[in-house]
C-alpha cells in the first residue's frame, strides 16, 4: 500500500502566500508524477499543477505564474508554492501520486485533502 499525507493548509488573506507538502510512503517502487487537484464547493475537481517523474510540469491556466509546483525524490514528496492568492483558490487541495509497488501495475493515490481559504 502508499499512504499519502498532506499538509500546509490554512487560512490566509488576498495576496498572501502558503506551502503546501505532500509526502508519499508505503510499499513504493516507482513513482511516475505527483500533483495537486482541488475541489471548490459546488465545483468540480481540477487540476492545479502536476510534476512528472522526469520533472515536466503543467499548470492549470488560471494558476500560471502564481504557483510552483516542485518535489523532492528522495523525500518522495511533492510542494506547491502558492504566491498572489486569491478569493476564488479557495478549495479543499487534494495531492496526487501515481505510482506502483512492486510487480503491480501503477495505480492513482490520492490524500485526504487540505483546505484552503483565501479572504478577501
Known amino acids: 500500500q502508499v499512504q499519502v499525507v498532506e499538509s500546509g493548509g490554512g487560512l490566509v488573506q488576498a495576496g498572501g502566500s502558503l506551502r503546501l507538502s505532500c509526502a508519499a510512503s508505503?510499499?513504493?517502487?516507482?513513482?511516475?508524477?505527483m500533483g495537486w487537484y482541488r475541489r471548490a464547493p459546488g465545483n468540480q475537481r481540477e487540476l492545479v499543477a502536476i510534476?512528472?517523474?522526469?520533472?515536466?510540469?503543467n499548470y492549470a491556466d488560471s494558476v500560471k505564474g502564481r504557483f510552483t509546483i516542485s518535489k523532492d525524490d528522495a523525500k518522495n514528496t511533492v510542494y506547491l508554492q502558492m504566491n498572489s492568492l486569491k478569493p476564488e483558490d479557495t478549495a479543499v487541495y487534494y495531492c496526487?501520486?501515481?505510482?506502483?509497488?512492486?510487480?503491480?501495475?501503477?495505480?492513482?493515490?490520492w490524500g485526504q485533502g487540505t483546505q484552503v481559504t483565501v479572504s478577501s
Open positions: 510534476i512528472t517523474s522526469g520533472g515536466s510540469t
Open positions: 508505503g510499499r513504493i517502487f516507482t513513482i511516475n508524477a
Open positions: 496526487y501520486v501515481g505510482a506502483r509497488e512492486r510487480m503491480r501495475p501503477v495505480n492513482d493515490y
